[in-house]
């Protein structure tokens, strides 16, 4: 079949890691509980790279614009 251009289109990602409370999937899980913030930077990275291959597979990671945005209450 001929192949058409995708769509536009927005995905936001809200994550809640790594604010509190700290929990990761048993696949991360730590050894001592002083190790839970590296692990839940080590899911977070997974989960993102997970994303970026998927839309890498579709074909839409050339055209990704990556906003990275970090709202802190003060």
Known sequence: ???TKP?????YLPLTSPHTPLAVSAKFAPKA???LY???M???DALL???LDAL???GVLQQLILNR???QET
């Open 33 to 35: 509980r002083r190790d």
């Open 56 to 58: 890498d597979r579709t």
């Open 7 to 11: 769509e536009p289109f927005l995905l």
């Open 38 to 40: 590296a692990a839940v």
């Open 69 to 71: 945005e970090s709202i």
């Open 42 to 44: 080590r899911e977070l």
């Open 49 to 51: 790279g997970a994303v």
């Open 1 to 3: 079949g001929a192949v």
